[in-house]
Structures are given as C-alpha cells and as structure tokens.
C-alpha cells in the first residue's frame, strides 16, 4: 500500500513541473460535431454488404409487381441460400440484406398477417421458409444478415388504412424476433401508387411525412434489434445516397441535414432533397453516413436477357473507390434466377472482384516507412504519434495540439516503392474533422503534388491516374477546424484490370419517327415487317425526370392506321433506375409500324425516350 501510494504522489509531483496547458494537450482531442453510434460504427467497418431480391418479379420479368401475382408462380427447385450467400463472401462482402417483402407484398416467411405468404407457394410443398434458410447460411458462412419489409404493399387490401400500419408492424416484429441479430433495417421511399389492393384496382395515396408513423416504427426497431441500423432516404442511422448508380459525391461527408421539398414541412423517405444526399451536410445535425446503393445485373430482379451482362471485376472495383472510397458503404443488389441460385456468370464476376480487392489491398507498401510529424499532441509519442498510422488499428491515431490544424506529415519508405492508391482514415470517434488535404511525391530534388482531396472521414481512397514510384511522400492537412486525429496512411498497388465487359449486336435499321408532344406518342415506321417478341424503352440519360415514362401502352400496326395493343404496364423504379427497359409480348408479334404511348410521365407534359427498340 506504502508502495501505490508513494507512486501516485511522484505523479501527481511530476505534474506540477508542466504548466496546466500541456496537462490539457496530453489529454484526448475534444470530439467534434455529432458523432457515430456503436451500431455506426460497425457498420463503417462492414463496407460492404448485399441486397437480395428474390420473388414473383423473378418469374414475371418485371421489376414491380402489381400486387395480384399468384404465390403458386414462385417455386426455386434448386434454392440454395448458401450459394448465394457464399458467393457474396468471396466478393469479400460482409453480409446481406433479404427482401423479404416487396412492393408486391409476397412475404418469403410463413407470416401470420396475410395469406399472401411463401406457404402458398409449391415449393417445399408450403412448408418453406427462405428468411430461416439465409439465417442458416449466414451463420454457417460467419455473415451478417438483415431485413427489408417493403412498406408498401400492393396486394394488401387495407393499405392506406390504419389497419395496415398495424400489419406492417407486425410483420417487423415477426422478422425481427424470429430470424436472429439483424445488422440493419432497411427501408426505402416506395409510397403508394397504383395496385391490387385486395380486387380493388385502383391508386391509393398516401401522406408521406404522417402516414407509417416512422418514429414508432423506428421505436419497434430498437427495442426488438437494438444492435442494427436503420436504413432510408432520412435515416436515421444510414441515409440513401440518392441514386442507385453505386457511388457517392467526391466530396462525401458522413453528417447529414435532411431537408423537405416544401419549406416548413419535415422530411420522410420518399418525401425529401435526396440529391443532397450524395454530398452530405459539412456539420450536419446527424451522423448518418451514405449507403450507395446499386444492381449486379441491369435490374435488381432476375431477368433471362440479362444473363451475362452482370458488372465486370473492373466495373465493381470502380464502384468500389466511389463508395467505399469516398467513406460510405457499398450495398450491391443480388438476384438469384427462378432455380435459386446465382447464375454462374454472377459468381465469377464476385469471386474476381473478391480476389482483385486482395490483390490490392493486402500489402500496406507504407509499412515499414518512418514518419516524421510536424507536430504531435503534447510531444507524447506513445499516445499520439505518427506511428499509429501503420498499426491496422482504426481508432488508434495521431492527433496534433488543439492550435495545430494544418499540420504535415512526411513518409520515408524503406525502400522506393511503386504504388497508385493512396488511403487515408480518420478516427471517427473523434467526428470527421479534417476539410481537405494534399500528398506530395519526392523525385528529383523536388515535390510534386500527386493527390488532393476533401473529405476524409472513415475511408478515402485516392486513385491516381498513373503510378508513381518514390521513397518518399508528404501529407499535407490544408484544412481543419480542429486539431486533427488521423488514423490509417497506406500505399497500394492496383494492377492493370482487363475490362470484359460484352455489348450485344443489333442489326442496322433505317427507322422513321413520328412524334407528338400532344397525345404523347412515337410512332416508328421500321420500313419492312419485323417479327416483334419484345419492345425496349431507354429513357432520357441526362439526369432529370423530365418526360420519363413509367406507366405505358405498346401497339402495332400493319399500314400506320389501324392499331392493336399488345402490351400495357408500368416501369417499376424507373427514376430511380433508369436503365432500358425491356417488355416481352405475350405472343411474338408481326407488324411494321410501332407505337409507343405515355400513359403517365414521372415529371413534366411531354414524353422523352433515348431509344426505342425491339426484339
């Protein structure tokens, strides 16, 4: 006891030798703005994960179904969880997201809230249950899971009631109690439209901002799954990037302000600036990182003509740098075909990208180097030096003193090393602290600057447009308003990717195009009779929704006068994902002339197209 309490007075004697400053200067930096939560951060650390679409848009070849889908069209003979699953892992993906309920309202578990359930289905005889089957194989394969139940439902016949909130939550509480620890809620901005509605056939709207009483909802979510984020176009844990392209803004920080469309009323998913969302809020009011969001294949759903055209190795890695890269998440949609199973073209591409992404990143070619400091948090070396950069540890750092914002950091490699990928972290504990930077290169007796950026946060990844070879580099903190705490400075080298990305060949054809902007309707003249099986429809590709189509007629004709229609429908998620679109006939078709009617536009009063096609 004598001997403790000798100990503790030579400390409390050696602290009376230092002014009260450096006292202050050796503690932590003051964290700043809002902070991530524990489930945030494992989240941040996670990276990646997958959607999984899977249901009677699988066997109907849309991307939204109506609502009045037969169960008895769902049956995967060779449904295999695991395959599915375990192709996301070699991908080096950390879990998946199942839906579990679309738009449709098809629930893939034995629910009690609806007789639209998978029990109605041939597979498994009615006694399935796919959500039990990826809980499985997500435990077997050490993967995390979590859960879309789709909000809106077309089949329900009380939706737009009271009752169906009531419904939907307890379909959230019967996922969320009987399936295992979930990673993230997720949800999406899918809010009433046209449906089945039960045999009623018509357009239910509904009041965005009131209508699914979220803040209950979200309540629900943490008392039954307290350790899993919560996902949508507001929050509150994780924000929708605003596209389903896959990639966040160049400048992406993690703290968001969501804003209304109309000023004095509160922003709800669906009802919101989502395109402020790519960027972020400098000092926003939450912590609410970026989740971008996109299709392996063209569509989120399974479509046969689109096998072989899934994302290339080099096409993720792309996709990669531009959110992983930028500090958000990476959420790439699967879609298992009618069998069960990921196409085998699916799987190559996942276990390359898997194999790239080691490739790259195994090898830190910054290990090894000395790192000298232009400053360091009350001289303690131990605690806040630059050494902290190369430990693989994301929450040790070095931090400067409070008055040090733009301090400098220079890398000596033990020997001169090729690399053309820089990464940076900063301590997220601490708040996204630092505004922008700049790495410089030795060669030549001279400094080149070879990367700038902004925003840092929990990963940035600096591609460069060529290789430099050097053993030596600088880091400059051009702007913080705080001291900083920088936690990770790597070197990588990313080899040459052949991209096998294929494009299929049409024939070339002289068409003539009549349009009018007051009945909103092309009409084309092929020339000659084609044999029509089915029509395409590209919308405009400069970002705005002016005059996109998403609810349509098709026709054909033989002399331009008399006309039949063949087809009538909707482009499910079109603004959203405004890829072709591709609609089979019924029946194969023989005909020269084509129509193509707008029925509703998304925006504006006259329709646009790119392109038009058949095949």
């Known amino acids: 006891m004598r001997i403790l309490t000798s100990a503790f007075a030579l400390l409390t004697a050696a602290g009376t030798l230092f002014s009260a400053g ?18 945030q951060l494992a989240w941040h650390e996670m990276e990646m994960y997958c959607l999984i679409h899977f249901g009677v848009d ?14 008895k069209l769902v049956n995967p003979v060779n449904f295999d969880a695991k395959q599915i699953v375990g192709a996301a892992k070699a991908g080096g993906f950390k879990g998946v997201v199942i839906v579990a309920k679309h738009h449709d309202g098809l629930c893939l578990w034995p629910t009690k809230t609806t007789e639209h359930n998978i029990t109605k289905s041939p597979w498994k005889n009615g006694h399935g249950d796919m959500i ?19 909000p809106w439902d077309r089949n329900n016949p009380q939706y737009g009631t009271a009752a169906y909130v009531k419904t939907y939550r307890a379909q959230i509480n019967e996922l969320y109690t009987h399936y295992g620890p979930l990673f993230i809620s997720w949800h999406d901005g899918a809010n009433g439209g046209d449906g089945y509605y039960g045999g009623a056939r018509e357009t239910r709207n509904i009041d965005r901002t009131t209508y699914y009483g979220w803040d209950t909802t979200w309540a629900l979510v943490r008392q039954l799954q307290p350790g899993a ?13 605003g596209n389903e392209e896959g990639h966040a803004g160049t400048t992406c920080w993690a703290t968001f302000t969501p804003e209304a469309p109309d000023p004095g009323r509160k922003p709800a998913n669906g009802y919101n600036k989502y395109w402020l969302a790519t960027n972020g809020t400098r000092n926003g009011e939450f912590w609410m990182p970026a989740e971008c969001d996109v299709p ?11 096998d072989g055209k899934a994302k290339t190795p080099a096409q993720l890695l792309d996709l990669y740098y531009q959110s992983v890269g930028r500090g958000a998440d990476l959420d790439l949609g699967l879609a298992p075909n009618r069998e069960g199973r990921l196409e085998a073209g699916d799987v190559a591409n996942l276990e390359a990208f898997g194999q790239l992404l080691k490739r790259i990143f195994t090898v830190n070619l910054a290990k090894g180097a000395v790192l000298t400091a232009s400053n360091i948090r009350g001289k303690n070396n131990s605690l806040y030096g630059p050494a902290r950069l190369l ?21 000596t490699l033990a020997k001169p090393a090729t690399f053309n990928v820089i990464r940076l972290r900063e301590n997220i504990k601490l708040g996204q602290r630092i505004d922008s930077f700049t790495v410089d290169a030795f060669n030549d007796n001279n400094w080149e600057t070879v990367a700038t950026g902004t925003s840092i946060g929990a990963n940035r990844l600096i591609r460069l447009p060529r290789s430099i070879t050097t053993g030596k580099l600088r880091l400059r903190i051009v702007k913080a308003p705080v001291c900083i705490a920088l936690s990770d400075f790597g070197l990588y080298f990313e080899p040459a990717v052949k991209n096998t990305e294929t494009s299929a060949s049409s024939a070339k054809m002289t068409w003539k195009i ?10 084309i003249d092929m020339g000659s009779r084609q044999t029509i099986k089915a029509f395409t429809y590209l919308p405009r590709q400069d970002k705005k929704p002016d005059g996109i189509v998403d609810r349509y007629a098709f026709y054909i004709s033989s002399d331009g006068t008399t006309w039949q ?10 603004l959203a994902n405004p890829l072709e679109q591709s609609v089979p006939l019924a029946h194969p078709q023989t005909a020269r002339y084509i129509k193509f009617a707008a029925l509703h536009l998304i925006e504006g009063n006259s329709a646009s197209a790119a392109t038009i096609g058949i095949r």
């Open 132 to 150: 039990k089957e990826y809980r499985a194989a997500c435990d077997a394969l050490g993967m995390k899971m979590g859960l879309y139940c789709s």
């Open 391 to 411: 430990d693989a540890d994301r929450y040790s750092y070095w931090a400067t003193d409070d008055a040090i914002t733009t301090p400098q950091l220079t890398v």
């Open 296 to 306: 392996f294949r063209p569509g989120w759903f399974y479509h046969p003509s689109q």
């Open 229 to 241: 984020c919560i996902f949508g176009d507001v929050g509150p844990d994780v924000r929708w990037v």
């Open 58 to 71: 699988t066997y109907t070849d849309k991307e939204w179904g109506y609502g009045d889908e037969d169960p």
């Open 22 to 39: 450096t006292l202050r200067a050796q503690a932590p930096p003051k964290p700043y703005g809002v902070l991530p939560s524990p489930r």
């Open 514 to 523: 009549n349009s009018s902007t007051t009945s909103n309707e092309f009409i």
């Open 565 to 574: 229609k063949v087809a009538e429908g909707e482009f499910g998620n079109i």
